[in-house]
């Protein structure tokens, strides 16, 4: 079996442009190249998405039979803002590897790679997944299909436990916060405003608007809406505004108010989303609401002790931010731990600290031989 040195791979990885925006076909021979020689069986799932642009998601696997140990990521990234820095020229300055990528998540990616790619399947007595979704950052587009359509799970199962592999400067997540987003539309009726024959659908969004701003103050002090494990224990209740690029001299035919709120487990999200829905109905006003409940595992489960003992932590924490483990979560136990700093993510001069990137092929390693090996 072939060894392979994280910090190379990730500069070979940063190398590849993959923003969303544009295909990860590239990056995506290249990571199924690397997994077949070093040992795995790759299945890989394509789509077309919104834009007519080339989708490709991997999922990879060594060793026989049902169950095992899964690592979880994806190899698309933001913009690399060419105009401000070099992003796909990866870099190595003071103990830090450079480019766009390094940190969320081609550096933590390439960790799960090399963690299991001097394995054989005569080695493992359970099998190890490597996991890698497209579009996790527009989306989850790619993690969408793999559960739906991903015939290695469709024959296999899930396996019994896994790790997303985000950042988290290799501390143990156990939950993070999820998302629900509704769309509260006006219609009106276009007009040139010297006419008086338009109706502004900005005017009649604007009364549901003022209740807006009157409940996020009751979410910012009522308990009731709060999780107090987590920093900060509020649901982050936000909006956002659309007019469709109307004139100023034209009524508005229709406008969007696109309301906000992370779910907690302990927050009573449900019941915030119903008292939008409720003033939105109350002014007779079109609604569609789409999202996430929280990501949430037990901390006295198996995946979590299995990463405690792996990192030396002593306990697990929960984090503000979200990742895929709102989509896999109801297929298996999920852990979020990664090199690197959430800080660091989408920046400009992003980084990863190469001590914890050697650290996190380490960790892995651990956590492959103490679920997965003879």
């Not at 527009?138 to 985000?166: C, L, N, Y």
């Not at 999820?178 to 009649?204: C, L, P, Q």
Request: glycine share 8%; charged share 20%; proline share 5%.
């Amino acid at each position: 079996m072939s060894t392979l040195d994280a910090v190379q791979l990730t500069r070979d990885l940063i190398a590849i442009p993959s923003a969303s925006q544009i295909s990860n076909l590239e990056v995506s021979d290249y990571l199924t190249k690397v997994l077949e020689d070093t040992g795995f069986e790759v299945e890989r799932l394509e789509y077309v998405d919104q834009n007519d642009i080339l989708k490709v998601s991997l999922i990879a696997k060594k060793g026989e039979g049902k169950g095992g140990l899964g690592f979880f990521s994806h190899s698309d990234t933001v913009p690399g803002a060419k105009d401000a820095w070099s992003p796909f020229e990866p870099l190595i300055k003071e103990g830090k590897l450079l480019g766009r990528g390094s940190c969320d998540m081609k550096g933590p990616l390439a960790a799960t790679i090399a963690a299991a790619a001097n394995l054989s399947s005569s080695d493992l007595e359970k099998p190890v997944y490597i996991v890698i979704a497209a579009d996790e950052e527009v989306g989850f587009g790619g993690a969408k299909q793999i559960t739906k359509h991903s015939e290695t799970f469709k024959r296999d199962g899930w396996p019994d436990m896994g790790v997303i592999a985000e950042p988290t400067e290799l501390e143990p997540v156990h939950a993070h916060k999820g998302g629900y987003f509704i769309d509260v539309t006006a219609h009106g009726e276009a007009a040139h405003t010297s006419t008086e024959k338009g109706r502004s659908a900005n005017f009649k969004i604007a009364p549901f608007l003022a209740d807006m701003a009157a409940l996020k103050e009751t979410f910012m002090t009522d308990a009731q809406f709060q999780d107090d494990e987590f920093n900060p224990p509020t649901n982050g209740f936000n909006m956002t505004l659309n007019d469709y690029g109307c004139a100023n001299n034209v009524t508005a035919a229709k406008s969007t108010a696109t309301l906000s709120v992370r779910s907690m487990p302990q927050a009573h999200t449900k019941r915030a989303v119903q008292l939008i829905r409720d003033k939105a109905e109350a002014f007779g006003l079109e609604l569609a609401t789409r999202g996430y409940d929280a990501f949430h595992t037990s901390p006295d489960s198996k995946i979590i002790c299995l990463s405690l003992e792996a990192t030396g932590a002593t306990k697990s924490v929960a984090v503000p931010y979200g990742t895929e483990a709102l989509v896999y979560q109801e297929h298996l136990p999920l852990v979020i731990l990664g090199p690197g700093s959430i800080a660091q993510a989408h920046t400009i001069g992003e980084y990863i600290e190469l001590n914890q990137l050697e650290r996190a092929v380490a960790i892995y390693q651990k956590m492959i031989k103490n679920y997965c090996q003879n």
